[in-house]
DNA sequence: TCAAAAGTGTTTGTGGTACACCCATGG
DNA sequence: CCATGGGTGTACCACAAACACTTTTGA
């Protein structure tokens, strides 16, 4: 693709995070260009004209993990000039939660792509890894005052997969009765009428109530 | 200026706002140029190639109030193809919150600016409606975690001056005892050996505590 | 019948809210 | 001495946190 640089460019950059192996898992591809080729790098691509940013993030998620339906919210957007070798390139960045580690879908091009755990990830290209460490600080204040941990797990789950999710995003225990008193009394959740089998006794499966209130307001003054 | 609409452009755009005669105010120009020639708008332009984001906002900041030191914040990044008639500009808007209505020293050229009460704004160009509607809920989203209304208010003020500034941005009455409570626990100002006179009993002068953390986060799992 | 995970209530403490009167100064 | 805004403490309530045992199933 011919750049010119009279102007700065602009890429959408998507931080995709789902649950796997009990840990909390990046989405990245290797690059198979310069520059930092052969580096790790999220998912990402020029805006186009008379493209929205959140079209061109829907896009790039698209092309790399094959979802089209997950929740995606913008970020934070990156404009130091010297963020990109080749010249000025602001990166618009986004947050994708997908629902479970979908079989990832090579791009168009053969590129390597793979997940890797938030915990151990390799050295990244540009300022991705400044990018992805703003993604886990949004995520884990984010979860705690709306609904968007239900977006890292598939349609039905149980309580305790639930709680598992938190805990692993937050890297911290929660008492169990206590949470399972404030999801539901939140309301966020209804049971359905199938339980899942496994070691021990039988979970009920729950679902995310769809015309939940999504994100809850708090009166603080610096708590 | 000569523009090139083979890409994307990318404006920064600045919500500056203060509080003036008991009420918030946003400083606004009057375009001199199509589109939107004569209707009001939030100051901004064109990133500078090797120019960061910040600097393009903090540079029309000054363009347009002459002030240098404030608060300035991202707030979003608004890229529907169809916000500017005359191609596909990206703005990435940010916050400015200015201590007091430091005189409007008006830009390089004779553009008419000036202060308007958030309540009664006339109609906006673009989507700068949308925009400074945006910027109202996050500083009053803000204000209840974080540190940010002092940034309104000159450098030494009153408890009174503090509540008053809450009040109105809040859009509601505070208890004064409560309020003052939570304040002082929260360790964010300090006394100066000071009080201002006026009407009634003289009123202790505080400032500021520039160590004192801005942000503090909540536990809460939906409240 | 044992192992493994699911499920369930109560107590205690902390923090939020509501609320009314005296104080210091200037005119 | 009066008007004006400044400054202060307590009682109640609601929510958050800590905590242990019983239930249900599959092997």
């Known amino acids: 693709m011919a750049q010119d640089f009279s ?15 009990d840990d909390l898992h990046v989405l990245l591809i290797k690059r198979d260009h310069v520059p930092y080729r052969g580096r790790w790098a999220i998912p990402g691509g020029f805006v186009h004209l008379n493209e929205s ?41 986004y947050i994708a939660l997908v629902p479970e580690p979908l079989a990832v879908k090579g791009g168009s091009d053969a590129r390597e792509a793979r997940w890797w ?40 789950f149980t309580l305790s997969d639930l709680q598992k999710a938190y805990e692993i995003i937050l890297a911290e225990p ?30 009920r499966l729950y679902r995310f109530r769809p015309d939940a209130v999504a994100e809850v307001k708090a009166r603080r003054l610096f708590p």
Chains 1, 2 share one sequence.
Do not use: C, W
């Open 174 to 203: 929660l008492d169990k009765r206590n949470f399972r008193r404030r999801i539901i009394e939140a309301a966020v959740i209804e049971p359905i009428d199938e339980v899942r089998s496994g070691e021990g006794r039988p979970a």
């Open 7 to 21: 102007k700065p460019a602009v890429t959408v950059d998507v931080v995709i995070m789902t649950l796997r192996d």
């Open 117 to 156: 755990s938030i915990q151990q990830l390799p050295p990244l290209a540009f300022d991705h890894a400044r990018i992805v460490d703003y993604a886990l600080t949004r995520l884990r204040y984010k979860i705690e005052y709306s609904a968007v941990g239900f977006r890292l797990l598939p349609e039905t």
């Open 53 to 93: 940013l959140e079209a061109a993030a829907r896009r790039e998620l698209k092309e790399e993990t094959g979802v089209t339906d997950v929740y995606l919210e913008q970020l934070y957007t990156f404009g130091d000039p010297r963020r990109d070798p080749r010249g000025h390139v602001i990166s618009v960045a």
